[in-house]
């Protein structure tokens, strides 16, 4: 170990300029973003790759005005599954409730954590800067009509959830020292191998990995890192030309949690975040009810923007591609990601985990992604022309300013706070990922791969790491909805035969028996 | 064979059957059972594993369990007095660690000889415990 100290140093000492150039080269990336409109340098690789993936993912059918191949990819998977399981998304949310009060845990079932616990895991996860972010830049895209097009897509994407996460419990593994593997990995692998399709399966789950590990570079991590920038920069001018400086700082919050292992910031940052939701969500009220008598008028904009946009590009088709692209990208439903904590869940049912996760999009999008955008549309600051170049968190910041002076410093905070977790649980999805493709010693590569993408995603311009972000994460649906579309069949009997338990009451009775017996030590 | 026998001879297991397939060569550099030891390493969770953001699996019951379990699987194979140790981390530097605490005068250790990226990255943890050891290892191919 001391011989390999002194090498290092005599080799710093020979190549002192080393470090200096890292030191000059820091900013220079920083100021490369001034001029990321022009190609060349790194920003100009970074975008012709950018281009080159948007040229397959974004491939319009029905010509130049046409809906791109990824969406219309989503909202099929989302449509047949909705329609294939008999509405499910309303069905089964009374029983989702239920589930989650604990009503139906059984401690002996196997598993790691409680529904609850799973749901919650797998919230942090979803519930990121893009429900502050994420709905400005559709309303800033595609008008107010856009949100009421999220809020369809969180309505169809809860079927999809619930298809997922489903078959994520189904087909999990759990691990001799009692950790459960799970997730689209698993699920496409083992569950199109036991319908006899084991090649196509391993081919998925191969294909799923590399898109899942590239796609935690950009959603859950430089979309996260370029908002929590803009949140805070927005109240602390200090940061306006030190972005590699916020960029230093949050990627070594973030590498202390997952390299160094201090998970005391990871808990922490899990338990503010829903205090910072609940705040949030507040606001919202406070400000709806502040403009309460505009309400109508902010409903009726939304809605008939939704059908006859203005000034938007492709008119209704293009309102409605832009809704569920952010959608999408807020609830990650169809996209697979969430089936892998879902899996950690405690029950010998997967069903029933399936019924808890389809609580995630209506939450997440069809709640606080639709008060975001209230706000916004309220408020009005979006379509003032004095604030046309406010887009992400900044417009969002702005709307809220105009009721309640204080509150981009909250924003700045859950902004930074939600940025934090959500990059921490996908840097965990990506983990996995990465290990399923190039085993379990290598993780630590991956993760200084994530920490070096975060901070490039703080220092260049938010159009270039929307536009990767999105394209990225959206390429995982291919290889999962396919995987789920042939695995529908097996969801639909398992679900049919759950339903008709539940109906008996069977299920319950089952339950109080295990409850009223003596503990079974395991 | 006799000048052969060993005091302590540890064997480093990973669940695979290529690595329960070292028990039985290692076996015969010892007199006894007991001599025998299998480590296994495992790695710790990542904080936003859902068992870890909620505390509901410690390293302490994670141990446990893969006691239990590697117990019984060798019960099954037929040995009853091996002892079984469970470490958590960086598997090649638990296995050189725990072998100089236990004083192990041999390792025996299956390489599963990994192929492109992540030998070129990290190599195998058998060239790891090759290169550190405090004692002679035997690695099967």
Same mark, same amino acid.
């Given at each position: 170990?001391?011989?390999?100290?002194?090498?290092?140093?005599?080799?710093?000492?020979?190549?002192?300029?080393?470090?200096?150039?890292?030191?000059?080269?820091?900013?220079?990336?920083?100021?490369?973003?001034?001029?990321?409109?022009?190609?060349?340098?790194?920003?100009?690789?970074?975008?012709?790759?950018?281009?080159?993936?948007?040229?397959?993912?974004?491939?319009?059918?029905?010509?130049?005005?046409?809906?791109?191949?990824?969406?219309?990819?989503?909202?099929?998977?989302?449509?047949?599954?909705?329609?294939?399981?008999?509405?499910?998304?309303?069905?089964?949310?009374?029983?989702?409730?239920?589930?989650?009060?604990?009503?139906?845990?059984?401690?002996?079932?196997?598993?790691?954590?409680?529904?609850?616990?799973?749901?919650?895991?797998?919230?942090?996860?979803?519930?990121?800067?893009?429900?502050?972010?994420?709905?400005?830049?559709?309303?800033?895209?595609?008008?107010?009509?856009?949100?009421?097009?999220?809020?369809?897509?969180?309505?169809?994407?809860?079927?999809?959830?619930?298809?997922?996460?489903?078959?994520?419990?189904?087909?999990?593994?759990?691990?001799?020292?009692?950790?459960?593997?799970?997730?689209?990995?698993?699920?496409?692998?083992?569950?199109?191998?036991?319908?006899?399709?084991?090649?196509?399966?391993?081919?998925?789950?191969?294909?799923?990995?590399?898109?899942?590990?590239?796609?935690?570079?950009?959603?859950?991590?430089?979309?996260?890192?370029?908002?929590?920038?803009?949140?805070?920069?927005?109240?602390?001018?200090?940061?306006?030309?030190?972005?590699?400086?916020? /960029?230093?700082? %949050?990627? #070594?919050?973030?590498?202390?949690?997952?390299? &160094?292992?201090?998970?005391?910031?990871?808990? $922490? @940052? +899990?338990?503010?975040?829903?205090?910072?939701?609940?705040?949030?969500?507040?606001?919202?009220?406070?400000?709806?009810?502040?403009?309460?008598?505009?309400?109508?008028?902010?409903?009726?904009?939304?809605?008939?923007?939704?059908?006859?946009?203005?000034?938007?590009?492709?008119?209704?088709?293009?309102?409605?591609?832009?809704?569920?692209?952010?959608?999408?990208?807020?609830?990650?439903?169809?996209?697979?990601?969430?089936?892998?904590?879902?899996?950690?869940?405690?029950?010998?049912?997967?069903?029933?985990?399936?019924?808890?996760?389809?609580?995630?999009?209506?939450?997440?999008?069809?709640?606080?992604?639709?008060?975001?955008?209230?706000?916004?549309?309220?408020?009005?600051?979006?379509?003032?022309?004095?604030?046309?170049?406010?887009? /992400?968190?900044? %417009?969002? #910041?702005?709307?809220?300013?105009?009721?309640? &002076?204080?509150?981009?410093?909250?924003?700045? $905070? @859950? +902004?930074?706070?939600?940025?934090?977790?959500?990059?921490?649980?996908?840097?965990?999805?990506?983990?996995?990922?990465?290990?399923?493709?190039?085993?379990?010693?290598?993780?630590?590569?991956?993760?200084?791969?994530?920490?070096?993408?975060?901070?490039?995603?703080?220092?260049?311009?938010?159009?270039?790491?929307?536009?990767?972000?999105?394209?990225?994460?959206?390429?995982?649906?291919?290889?999962?909805?396919?995987?789920?579309?042939?695995?529908?069949?097996?969801?639909?009997?398992?679900?049919?035969?759950?339903?008709?338990?539940?109906?008996?009451?069977?299920?319950?009775?089952?339950?109080?028996?295990?409850?009223?017996?003596?503990?079974?030590?395991? | 064979?006799?000048?052969?026998?060993?005091?302590?001879?540890?064997?480093?297991?990973?669940?695979?059957?290529?690595?329960?397939?070292?028990?039985?060569?290692?076996?015969?550099?010892?007199?006894?059972?007991?001599?025998?030891?299998?480590?296994?390493?495992?790695?710790?969770?990542?904080?936003?594993?859902?068992?870890?953001?909620?505390?509901?699996?410690?390293?302490?019951?994670?141990?446990?369990?893969?006691?239990?379990?590697?117990?019984?699987?060798?019960?099954?194979?037929?040995?009853?007095?091996?002892?079984?140790?469970?470490?958590?981390?960086?598997?090649?530097?638990?296995?050189?660690?725990?072998?100089?605490?236990?004083?192990?005068?041999?390792?025996?250790?299956?390489?599963?000889?990994?192929?492109?990226?992540?030998?070129?990255?990290?190599?195998?943890?058998?060239?790891?415990?090759?290169?550190?050891?405090?004692?002679?290892?035997?690695?099967?191919?």
């Amino acid at each position: 170990m001391e011989q390999q100290l002194s090498k290092l140093k005599t080799y710093l000492k020979k190549h002192f300029w080393l470090p200096v150039l890292l030191i000059v080269l820091i900013p220079r990336i920083a100021l490369a973003q001034e001029d990321a409109g022009s190609p060349g340098g790194f920003v100009g690789i970074f975008q012709s790759i950018v281009d080159a993936l948007s040229y397959v993912i974004y491939f319009k059918i029905g010509g130049e005005n046409g809906i791109p191949f990824i969406v219309l990819w989503l909202i099929a998977g989302a449509l047949f599954f909705t329609i294939r399981m008999k509405f499910i998304n309303v069905r089964g949310f009374k029983h989702a409730i239920e589930i989650i009060q604990g009503k139906y845990d059984d401690p002996n079932d196997e598993g790691a954590v409680s529904h609850f616990q799973a749901f919650a895991a797998a919230l942090s996860g979803t519930v990121g800067i893009g429900n502050i972010a994420g709905v400005a830049i559709a309303i800033r895209m595609g008008g107010p009509g856009a949100a009421f097009w999220m809020t369809v897509a969180g309505f169809l994407g809860m079927s999809s959830k619930f298809a997922e996460c489903t078959l994520g419990q189904k087909y999990r593994i759990i691990k001799p020292d009692g950790t459960v593997g799970g997730g689209p990995m698993y699920y496409l692998s083992r569950g199109l191998s036991s319908i006899g399709m084991s090649k196509v399966g391993q081919g998925l789950a191969i294909l799923y990995a590399i898109s899942c590990a590239i796609a935690t570079m950009g959603a859950g991590n430089m979309f996260q890192a370029n908002q929590a920038y803009a949140a805070v920069s927005n109240v602390l001018p200090f940061f306006d030309n030190l972005a590699w400086l916020f /960029g230093i700082i %949050l990627v #070594a919050i973030v590498g202390l949690v997952i390299l &160094g292992g201090i998970e005391r910031i990871g808990s $922490v @940052a +899990g338990i503010l975040v829903p205090v910072m939701a609940v705040i949030y969500t507040i606001a919202c009220v406070w400000v709806i009810l502040v403009k309460f008598t505009d309400i109508p008028n902010a409903i009726i904009t939304i809605i008939t923007t939704a059908f006859n946009p203005q000034a938007v590009a492709g008119g209704t088709i293009g309102a409605i591609i832009i809704g569920f692209q952010r959608a999408v990208f807020s609830n990650e439903a169809g996209i697979g990601s969430a089936a892998i904590a879902h899996s950690a869940a405690r029950t010998d049912e997967s069903v029933r985990e399936g019924i808890v996760a389809l609580l995630e999009p209506f939450l997440d999008t069809m709640y606080i992604c639709n008060m975001t955008a209230i706000v916004i549309v309220l408020t009005g600051v979006y379509a003032d022309p004095g604030s046309a170049d406010l887009d /992400g968190a900044r %417009l969002s #910041a702005a709307s809220f300013e105009t009721v309640i &002076g204080w509150f981009p410093y909250v924003i700045a $905070v @859950a +902004g930074f706070l939600f940025a934090v977790s959500t990059m921490i649980t996908w840097s965990y999805y990506g983990q996995l990922a990465w290990a399923y493709l190039f085993g379990d010693k290598t993780v630590n590569i991956y993760k200084m791969l994530f920490l070096a993408f975060g901070f490039i995603g703080t220092v260049i311009n938010l159009d270039l790491v929307l536009e990767f972000s999105d394209v990225v994460l959206l390429a995982m649906s291919v290889p999962n909805l396919l995987g789920c579309f042939l695995l529908s069949g097996v969801i639909a009997r398992e679900l049919d035969s759950y339903m008709s338990r539940l109906k008996s009451g069977a299920m319950l009775a089952e339950l109080e028996e295990v409850r009223n017996r003596e503990p079974v030590l395991k | 064979m006799s000048w052969l026998t060993k005091k302590s001879v540890l064997v480093p297991i990973d669940f695979s059957e290529t690595s329960y397939e070292a028990i039985a060569p290692a076996k015969d550099f010892v007199e006894d059972e007991s001599a025998l030891t299998l480590i296994h390493v495992l790695t710790s969770l990542h904080p936003a594993d859902p068992a870890a953001m909620w505390n509901t699996l410690g390293d302490e019951q994670r141990k446990e369990k893969v006691k239990a379990f590697l117990g019984e699987k060798l019960g099954e194979m037929g040995y009853k007095n091996v002892q079984i140790e469970v470490k958590v981390g960086d598997p090649s530097a638990q296995i050189i660690d725990f072998a100089k605490d236990i004083a192990a005068d041999l390792i025996v250790i299956p390489c599963h000889c990994n192929k492109g990226i992540s030998r070129y990255l990290l190599g195998s943890v058998a060239e790891r415990v090759v290169r550190f050891s405090p004692c002679p290892v035997l690695v099967l191919k």
